[in-house]
């Protein structure tokens, strides 16, 4: 009997211990960090209605989440370590958000101020980097900076929304759907005047290729833009030129970037070298250029062929003139069969209902 | 099944015989027609999938993955099933006597063009009188073997497509195009063509039960066929190969 007593109070004692938990379960875990903001920004940046329209009369939204920001990477920075020159309200002597500068945070190992400068640098050296501070290449402003990517799109109503919430400079920190990957090359990459600008020509044509077929279906194993250009084991902030030997896409390199079977993606294992170093994306305005299929005009003209000059191959050109004589073939093929079978039908039910009669 | 030649002339003025029905599909052909219908129309639909616009393709969401993923595997499993079916095609031409038939009436002769000729000018009104067609005419000649180069050449570009980690990109952008060019213009043909002979054509219309019963009656047999008419009604031989007696199938 004592035994049982015994039992049945261990039993009551546990439960009474452990029913509050049910209670207090899912605020503990959704127990956001919170937002320490000692400079006291958000005294005005709290209010969800606050923003300005910006000359290009889009809304730009001040509106702060602090729970949100405390919750992403940069969750434990003041707002001046970034917004640099915030001594006057309203904020007129707002300077643009600098990723070299050096933030109030230390580096543990080496006690010296944390700052992005090292990855600055290897961007600026890269394809998407200005040059150097005297010698900026043509066009800079094309270029994109740190926040062009690493955006806050949220604090947009309209226009950039070039992706969903994630890899935010303020929100939680979550990679790009493929979909937004593409979206967000695409921004400049697909506009047309840009890329002439810089002898490149639209990537448009992405969208004519199996890769982008599966991506619109959600694949997960099919690649988008980061998947051949920045492999595992390259960075984004170091992209290079195709003909770099350093570049995935150089044609040595090729074979192993279309083979790539290691993590998440099972791309071409078993592919050859014929396989691998032909073209991926179809051909586009530099071949068209070459054959005379597009009247390009603008000063730009010269710089396009002669960069297609040096890109397109004479064996590359061929093959376009091959398949662009394919494609005429065929349209010339389906519009006189078809026209011509249309018509022959057309004639036939004329005829058939003309008399009434019950056969032809 | 008689023996003795029918006699048209004495038979019909009676108008005591029994209604005939003819043959136009033996029990092979209409299996390897169902067959071929199937896969065809799994595979139009399967492959033009690919060409749905990214924003329609929204509403599936996450399981856009599975539906791309069976999309993948019915394509693949129709083309292989088609693939077969035509292999056996060419089998029963050239091993079965019916094949043989077949193949030697489907053959492309002179009167063919001149059918062409007499039956655009009989619809423009130019002639009073509709050609008179042996066993296929010219429209089931232009259908048969348009469909016998468009299958292999579909065929053989997405065998290349499915195999494509061995050949080199030209030699893949080449299929591709083909396989996208070559389904458009079958697919087209087939509604243009075939879907008008069989669902619109007054007299066949709303459906033609031809593909499943193999059987048309006499009526429809004079008047589209009418020299094979004559050629069965005048041979024992041919009469119990393309004659049946009861409707349905055969």
Not at chain 1, 128 to 139: I, T
Not at chain 1, 223 to 250: A, K
Not at chain 1, 281 to 294: D, F, I, N, R, S
Not at chain 2, 114 to 124: A, P, R
């Amino acid at each position: 009997m004592p035994l049982k007593s015994d039992l049945f109070e261990l039993i009551f004692i546990l439960v009474l211990a452990v029913f509050p938990l049910f209670f207090s379960l899912d605020t503990v875990s959704a127990q956001p960090y919170e937002f320490r903001d000692s400079e006291n920004c958000m005294l005005c940046h709290r209010y969800p209605t606050i923003g300005r329209f910006d000359e290009a009369g889009e809304k730009k939204i001040f509106y702060i989440d602090g729970k949100d920001y405390a919750s992403s990477v940069h969750g434990k920075l003041n707002c001046t370590d970034c917004h640099r020159g915030l001594n006057r309200i309203p904020h007129f002597d707002l300077r643009k958000v600098d990723c070299s500068v050096k933030c109030h945070l230390h580096n543990l190992s080496t006690k010296k101020a944390f700052s992005h400068m090292e990855v600055v640098g290897k961007l600026e050296a890269s394809v998407h980097g200005k040059g150097p501070k005297f010698e900026l290449k043509p066009f800079p402003e094309d270029l994109p900076d740190c926040t062009y990517c690493h955006d806050n799109r949220d604090y947009y109503s309209t226009g950039r929304a070039i992706g969903r919430s994630d890899d935010q400079a303020h929100a939680a920190t979550l990679l790009r759907s493929q979909r937004d990957v593409i979206r967000l090359c695409a921004s400049c990459h697909e506009d047309e005047e840009k890329m002439t600008r810089h002898g490149l020509e639209s990537i448009k044509t992405f969208k004519d290729t199996f890769h982008w077929q599966a991506i619109k279906y959600g694949v997960k194993n099919a690649p988008d833009c980061i998947s051949c250009h920045v492999p595992t084991g390259f960075s984004s902030h170091t992209i290079r030129p195709e003909s770099d030997l350093l570049s995935p896409l150089n044609i040595k390199n090729r074979l192993q970037t279309c083979s790539f079977g290691v993590g998440a993606l099972t791309c071409h294992p078993d592919a050859t070298h014929a396989f691998a170093e032909g073209r991926v994306h179809e051909y586009g305005t530099k071949a068209q250029l070459l054959t005379g299929g597009v009247n390009m005009e603008g000063r730009f003209r010269s710089l396009m062929t002669e960069q297609a000059r040096a890109d397109i191959a004479k064996e590359d050109l061929f093959h376009y003139r091959v398949l662009s004589a394919i494609r005429l073939i065929y349209k010339i093929l389906i519009g006189c069969t078809i026209g011509f079978m249309f018509f022959h039908q057309l004639l036939d039910y004329r005829r058939a209902t003309k008399k009434g009669k019950t056969f032809h | 099944m008689e023996e003795k030649v029918i006699d048209i002339k004495s038979e019909t003025e009676k108008g005591e015989r029994e209604k005939l029905y003819f043959v136009r599909l033996n029990y092979s052909e209409r299996v390897q027609h169902l067959i071929l219908a199937v896969c065809f129309v799994t595979l139009i639909i399967t492959g033009f999938m690919l060409n749905i616009p990214e924003e329609a393709l929204m509403v599936l969401g996450s399981a856009g993955e599975t539906v791309f993923f069976w999309r993948t595997i019915l394509h693949r499993a129709a083309g292989t099933v088609m693939i077969l079916v035509s292999l056996y095609h060419v089998y029963y031409l050239i091993f079965k006597p019916a094949g043989r038939r077949w193949i030697s009436d489907m053959m492309m002769r002179g009167r063919d063009f001149k059918e062409l000729k007499d039956t655009l000018s009989y619809y423009m009104d130019f002639k009073d009188t509709y050609p008179e067609y042996d066993r296929f005419c010219y429209k089931h000649k232009f259908e048969y073997f348009a469909l016998y180069f468009g299958n292999m050449v579909m065929a053989v570009t997405g065998l290349l497509l499915w195999t494509e980690s061995s050949w080199s990109k030209f030699v893949l952008d080449i299929s591709v195009l083909i396989h996208g060019m070559e389904a458009i213009l079958a697919s087209l043909a087939i509604i243009v063509w075939h879907m008008y002979e069989v669902y619109l054509r007054p007299h066949k219309f709303p459906v033609d039960n031809l593909c499943f019963t193999g059987l048309i009656d006499e009526e429809e047999m004079k008047a589209e066929y009418p020299l094979h008419y004559k050629k069965i009604m005048a041979d024992p031989e041919l009469q119990k190969i393309y004659i049946r007696r009861k409707p349905g199938n055969e």
